[in-house]
């Protein structure tokens, strides 16, 4: 059981280059969830799709967009990536309503 | 003011030590309190999950939350150096309402 797989593990871009993060659940979960995590600053909520169909932003939705291609993928994107987007981005799944959530192992970006 | 307050340490404490990790909060709306381990480049991982006030127990690992201070705990005892790794408490109000995490608290266990 794979549970949450996001894609990929590391990147390294450029100042201004775009680049989509895949994120996939097999747990037939309805919510999923984007965050980033920043040393000092813990979890912060990007996007989350509370179920197919639905997006909504979160705390910091700014510099980036999401898609809910299904119910099991949804996908962040930086259109134009910028220095302060350097972080570690998590996708998560949790059933709806319910508070828990499960997370992938993370993906690792740079902005240079 | 942040509204959860969690201690980056780092903690180092000897193996077989017990531990105490510790979140204080001030929306007296959270009553789903969770703490979750994350292990050094690695996703979180749901450690403990518990409702409203009072204790909850499994294995090593001891969940207390207390509303009336809004503080919320977690012990580990008999720590082991597999223990190593960064602790997240996490609270919602629950339904929709969205999850906030405390930065979580770094713990070493020396063997």
């Known amino acids: 059981n794979a549970g949450v797989t996001q894609t990929p593990k590391f990147q390294v871009l450029k100042t201004g280059q775009s680049m989509t993060l895949q994120c996939a659940q097999d747990?037939?979960?309805?919510?999923m969830y984007w965050y980033r995590q920043d040393p000092g600053m813990g979890l912060r909520l990007i996007y989350y799709s509370a179920s197919e169909g639905t997006t909504d932003k979160g705390e910091v939705p700014n510099g980036y967009n999401v898609s809910r291609l299904n119910k099991r993928e949804f996908s962040l994107r930086l259109e134009s990536a910028a220095p302060s987007q350097t972080s570690v981005y998590f996708c998560a799944s949790s059933e709806q309503g319910l508070d828990i959530q499960y997370f992938g192992a993370g993906t690792r970006l740079s902005v240079l | 003011q942040k509204e959860v307050e969690q201690d980056p340490g780092p903690l180092s404490v000897p193996e077989g030590a017990i531990v105490s990790l510790n979140c204080t909060y001030s929306?007296?709306?959270?009553?789903?309190f969770m703490w979750y381990r994350q292990y050094s480049r690695k996703g979180p991982e749901l450690l403990m999950y518990t409702y409203s006030s009072g204790n909850k127990e499994d294995g090593r690992f001891t969940a207390q939350v207390d509303k009336s201070s809004k503080y919320i705990s977690l012990f580990i005892r008999d720590s082991q150096p597999s223990d190593s790794a960064t602790y997240l408490c996490?609270?919602?109000?629950?339904?929709?309402?969205?999850?906030?995490f405390g930065t979580g608290t770094k713990l070493q266990v020396i063997p």
């Open positions: 996490a609270m919602s109000a629950g339904g929709y309402q969205k999850v906030t």
């Open positions: 747990m037939n979960h309805n919510s």
């Open positions: 929306n007296s709306a959270f009553q789903y």
